[in-house]
């Protein structure tokens, strides 16, 4: 074996160990954040734990998702936040398509979720499913995700599990997503 196949072969058993590494941090900081968000509080009786606002909007959806493929998105969403007493608890439910950031093949993956971010800290949890296909062969993904989110922001990881098609390899397992939401039209108040 010639010295570049032993750096190739070097090469590529480095990524997959540093990949398994920040894959176990990012899913340890992802319990940290759910014990963050779960401490408790002496009742008070001047503490008001009613839901004080409701507002709902429809919003464009701006995103990028990407770890070893990038990918854009872009989408509709309606999201709400409401105030639960002192803490923001904002959602969403959208429709999207990610699109491939590369010029040499096109992979397009409409997508549907859900996510919400809040209480006591800037937690997010959200859940999508997403059919990528480069319009010749397809698969059909579900993608839970933990990380950063509030109101119409979220920055998470997210998991990529194969409901279809396991072979279809030219999308990310493991994936970073950031989502902004721009308002576009204020909508009626779900919570009054």
């Known amino acids: 074996m010639s010295c570049l196949g032993v750096y190739y ?5 480095f990524n997959l160990i540093l990949k398994e590494k920040l894959t176990n941090r990012l899913f340890t900081c992802g319990l940290i954040l759910i014990a963050i968000q779960s401490y408790s509080q002496c ?3 001047t503490y008001n734990s009613a839901i004080t606002k409701g507002d709902r909007y429809l919003s464009l959806l701006l995103g990028y998702n990407g770890w070893t493929n990038n990918f854009g998105e872009l989408g509709l969403a309606i999201n709400q936040l409401n105030l639960v007493g002192p803490h923001p608890l904002g959602w969403a439910v959208f429709a ?3 699109f491939k950031l590369s010029t040499s093949e096109t992979i397009i993956g409409p997508k549907i979720g859900v996510w919400a971010g809040g209480g006591v800290g800037p937690v997010a949890f959200g859940l ?3 059919y990528y296909t480069d319009l010749d062969k397809g698969t059909w993904r579900l993608r839970p995700e933990i990380g950063l989110g509030l109101d119409r922001f ?4 997210g998991y990529n599990i194969a409901l279809t098609n396991e072979n279809f390899t030219k999308i990310n ?3 970073i ?3 902004i939401l721009l308002q ?3 909508r009626e108040a779900i919570i009054k």
């Open 128 to 130: 999508s499913t997403i």
């Open 9 to 13: 072969q070097l090469t590529a058993r």
């Open 96 to 98: 999207s398509t990610e």
């Open 177 to 179: 997503s950031l989502t």
């Open 154 to 157: 979220k920055l998470v990881y």
């Open 43 to 45: 009742s008070d009786s």
């Open 173 to 175: 397992r493991d994936n």
């Open 184 to 186: 576009i039209k204020k």
